[in-house]
T-cell receptor
């Protein structure tokens, strides 16, 4: 099994629909992140969580919300999907304290298309 | 402004050839620089990490260099293989910041 599992892998949804992307990890890491990747723009941080009770906005949080249900689970919701939220979404984890030094473990991504 | 710039945006080379990818950064303070490889449809995977005091680090056919004075890093790939076709992302960490470059898309032709 993968260390960081994202579901679904692919999703097509209609404008205005609510959708949830799920992420679970077996790394035992405290820190979890949601990133969005668009062609030519690289990875951009949506939300991050340093523990179950800690949720922080990233640089592009508008239109998104998150829930940290447990240390191992971090879900991303689009309350009312719009076409410019079409992108590849990645969940990532890292150890606490020296997380930046140890780097991220990424999931395989969810390709979301909003029509 | 904290930025990570990568060049070229894309690169096409023949199998067996060498290539070098560049990363320039303005992130301050600086903690470390990491190169990731991202295969199509997959998440990025770390190749190397370099801290301020390290000039060169190798991982198989991948060799990363770091010049902390000029704030430049390079990733050199030796004897390229078809499996090297991927995006390569430079990520710089410092303080509470982690800044991603936009990546270089590498295509290896048989």
């Amino acid at each position: 099994d993968a260390d960081v599992t994202q579901t679904p892998r692919n999703r097509i949804t209609k404008t205005g629909k609510r959708i949830m992307l799920e992420c679970s990890q077996t790394k035992g890491h405290d820190r979890m992140y949601w990133y969005r990747q668009d062609p030519g723009l690289g990875l951009r941080l949506i939300y991050y969580s340093f523990d179950v009770k800690d949720i922080n906005k990233g640089e592009i949080s508008d239109g998104y919300s998150v829930s940290r249900q447990a240390q191992a689970k971090f879900s991303l919701s689009l309350e009312s999907a719009i076409p410019n939220q079409t992108a590849l979404y990645f969940c990532a984890t890292s150890p606490g304290q020296l997380g930046a030094f140890y780097g991220y473990t990424f999931g395989s991504g969810t390709r979301l298309t909003v029509v | 402004k904290n930025q990570v710039e990568q060049s070229p945006q894309s690169l096409i080379i023949l199998e067996g050839k060498n290539c070098t990818l560049q990363c320039n950064y303005t992130v301050s303070p600086f903690s470390n620089l990491r190169w990731y490889k991202q295969d199509t449809g997959r998440g990025p995977v770390s190749l190397t990490i370099m801290t301020f005091s390290e000039n060169t680090k190798s991982n198989g056919r991948y060799t990363a260099t770091l010049d902390a004075d000029t704030k430049q890093s390079s990733l050199h790939i030796t004897a390229s293989q078809l499996s090297d076709s991927a995006s390569y992302i430079c990520v710089v960490s410092g303080g509470d910041k982690i800044i991603f470059g936009k990546g270089t898309r590498l295509h290896i032709l048989p």
